[in-house]
Structures are given as structure tokens and as C-alpha cells.
């Protein structure tokens, strides 16, 4: 099939997607942030609420503490700026208490609204930073300590670091790890896994195959036994008793 036809930029962009972990010591001037972050804003969210909210951290201090609390990864140390994306709920309770009505926020439903929210914003602003030229990764690791990113950055009950993004101009270019077969995907009218022993035994493969001849840390994987590696372990349980202290009791 010939979509050649259909790959405009944005989608090529997209699909050229790959992070990146190593970065020149280029800065990224204030002015495309702001842009950046407007692109990002343009993101849909559930009923307009907005439920995100960002912090920059540019003090080299604060990036290596960081950087600790993530497991070590230099990335947050070496890009010039380190964004934690935080889903946040306490801008709402000044917006509703303007009103004087009572703010009934702590439901699993606005928690995931919140987490949805943050999550497409975040996507939104690394498209735009790479349609610059900028290069970045999200970091989950920020919530191996969730308690000690958020005192760092001062952040209130109600709002939840939910992970990091490391930014800045490439000093790498590796190949674009293939995604999933379409089939496996992309399910019409009705959900099926008929076809997914088939299509992940051919994922293996072609996952296989990326990883042997990778110009980076090349490994002889499967994607399935990736995961049913990293799926052997329970992770982060501290979790659900962050999430609490943070007001959200999800009932
Ligand atoms: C929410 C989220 C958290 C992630 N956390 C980390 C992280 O802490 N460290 C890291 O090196 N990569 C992290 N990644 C990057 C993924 O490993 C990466 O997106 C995935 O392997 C696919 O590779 P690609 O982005 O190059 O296509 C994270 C990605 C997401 C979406």
C-alpha cells in the first residue's frame, strides 16, 4: 500500500519520534519555551479544565537532586532544562472557591481526568519542541520518590508530579524504535485478540532485529520477553499512598 501520499509533516514528525537522552550544551531560549508551552495548551481537555500545571527547573542544583531522586539519570543533569509535568487540581479550588461552592475533587473520575489532561498536554509539548529542533524523554522516574520531588519543588496538596521531560538540541540520532504491528493496534467495530499470538511472535522479530543491529546499546531481546520481565516485578507501590497525601482519595 502507497500512503506516502498521506505523510505530511506533522505526521512525519510524529513518527520520526525517538527520545533523546544526550543533549549539546545549547540553551533553549525563553521566548520558544513559551511557545512551546501555548502549543502544548492547545491540547483537548476533559470539560476545560486545565487540570496541569508545569515547572521548569533550570537551577543546576535542583536538576542534580533530581537527577538522584530518578534513579541517577544524567539526562536531567546534562539537558539545559528539566520540565515536571504535574496534574493539579489546586488551581480549580481557587477558581471554585470564588464561588463559595465546595469542591468535590477527590473521585477516582477527576483523578484520571487530571492524569489524562496532563498527559496530552505533555505530548503536545514534545511535538512542538521537536518540530523546533529540540530533543527530549519523559522521566518516570521522578515518582521512585514522588514526596521528595514534590517538596523540592514546593508543591502543594492537589497537585501530583506525574513525570519529567529532559529537553534540549541532540547530540544523538538513533534509529526509531518500530512500534507494534498495526493489527495489533487497530481494532474495527469490535475487539478482538484472535490475531495477537501471530502478530507478537512477528513483533519479536522485528524487535529482535532492531535491537541486534541498534548502533547503541544493541541486546538480543524480544519485546514479549521485555515485558514479561519488567511485568514480574510490582513497581512503585508506594503510590497509592502518595496519591492519598496529595487529598486524592478515589472513591
Ligand atoms: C511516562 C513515560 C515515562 C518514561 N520514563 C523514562 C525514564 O525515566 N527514563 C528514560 O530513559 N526513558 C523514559 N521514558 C522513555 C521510554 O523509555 C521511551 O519512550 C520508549 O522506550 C520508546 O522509545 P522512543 O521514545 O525513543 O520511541 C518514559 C516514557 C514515558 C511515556
Known amino acids: ?20 537522552r544526550k543533549f549539546t550544551k545549547d540553551q533553549i531560549p525563553k521566548e520558544q519555551i513559551v511557545e512551546i508551552v501555548k502549543a502544548a495548551q492547545g491540547a483537548a481537555t476533559s470539560n476545560f479544565v486545565q487540570a ?31 520540565f515536571v ?21 477527590d473521585t477516582l473520575e477527576n483523578f484520571i481526568v487530571s492524569i489524562v489532561d496532563t498527559s496530552l498536554f505533555a505530548e ?24 521528595q520531588v514534590s ?14 521531560m529532559t529537553l534540549g538540541v541532540p547530540a544523538e540520532n538513533h534509529e526509531v524504535k518500530p512500534r507494534l504491528p498495526i493489527d495489533a493496534i487497530l481494532h474495527e467495530n469490535e475487539y478482538t485478540t484472535e490475531n495477537y499470538q501471530r502478530l507478537l511472535d512477528q513483533y519479536d522479530d522485528i524487535f529482535r532485529d532492531y535491537y541486534k543491529t541498534r548502533t547503541s546499546n544493541a541486546k538480543d531481546m524480544t ?4 515485558m514479561a520481565t519488567f ?12 496519591v492519598e497525601t496529595k ?3 478515589l472513591y
Not at 223 to 226: D, E, L, N, R, V
Open 124 to 147: 503536545n509539548f514534545l511535538t512542538a519542541a521537536e518540530s523546533l529542533g529540540y530533543g527530549g524523554c519523559y522521566i518516570g522516574g521522578i515518582r521512585n520518590n514522588p514526596k
Open 231 to 242: 511485568f514480574s516485578q510490582k513497581k512503585r507501590t508506594h503510590m497509592k499512598e502518595f
Open 52 to 82: 496541569y500545571s508545569l515547572v521548569m527547573v533550570t537551577d543546576p542544583i535542583k536538576k542534580e537532586q533530581l537527577s538522584e531522586l530518578s534513579n541517577h539519570q544524567q539526562q536531567i543533569i546534562d539537558a539545559p532544562v528539566f
Open 151 to 164: 517538596d523540592l519543588l514546593n508543591l502543594p496538596d492537589k497537585v501530583m508530579p506525574i513525570f519529567g
Open 85 to 105: 509535568f504535574c496534574a493539579d487540581m489546586k488551581r480549580l479550588e481557587f477558581a471554585t472557591g470564588k464561588h463559595d461552592i465546595p469542591m468535590q475533587y
Open 247 to 249: 487529598g486524592f482519595h
Open 223 to 226: 519485546w514479549t520477553q521485555t
Open 1 to 20: 500500500m502507497d500512503n506516502q501520499k498521506y505523510i505530511t509533516e506533522t505526521i512525519k514528525l510524529m513518527q520520526n519520534h525517538r527520545s533523546i
